[in-house]
C-alpha cells in the first residue's frame, strides 16, 4: 500500500489539515470533515503512472470539478 501524508487547506476556513492518502490503486475520491469548523472537503486524488506523480485536488463538496 502507497500512502502519501498531505497539509491541505479547508476551502471553508483555510484551516491547515492533514490527511493521508492511499495511492496504490486507482484514482480516488474521498470526503474528509475539516476538524476545525466540520465542513466536508471534498478530495480527489489522480495517480499519473506515466509521469509517476500524484495530483490532489481539493474542494468544497457542493463545487464541481471541471
Same mark, same amino acid.
Given at each position: 500500500?502507497?500512502?502519501? +501524508? !498531505?497539509?491541505?487547506?479547508?476551502?471553508?476556513?483555510?484551516?491547515?489539515?492533514?490527511?493521508?492518502?492511499?495511492v496504490?490503486?486507482?484514482?480516488?475520491? %474521498? *470526503?474528509? %470533515?475539516?476538524s476545525?469548523?466540520?465542513?466536508? *472537503? +471534498?478530495i480527489?486524488? +489522480? !495517480?499519473?503512472?506515466?509521469?509517476k506523480s500524484?495530483?490532489?485536488?481539493?474542494?468544497a463538496e %457542493?463545487?464541481? *470539478?471541471y
Amino acid at each position: 500500500m502507497d500512502l502519501i +501524508h !498531505k497539509t491541505i487547506l479547508c476551502p471553508f476556513c483555510g484551516h491547515p489539515t492533514h490527511v493521508t492518502l492511499d495511492v496504490s490503486g486507482e484514482d480516488q475520491d %474521498d *470526503i474528509e %470533515d475539516c476538524s476545525n469548523c466540520c465542513n466536508p *472537503i +471534498h478530495i480527489v486524488t +489522480h !495517480k499519473d503512472d506515466l509521469h509517476k506523480s500524484v495530483q490532489v485536488f481539493v474542494d468544497a463538496e %457542493d463545487e464541481q *470539478i471541471y
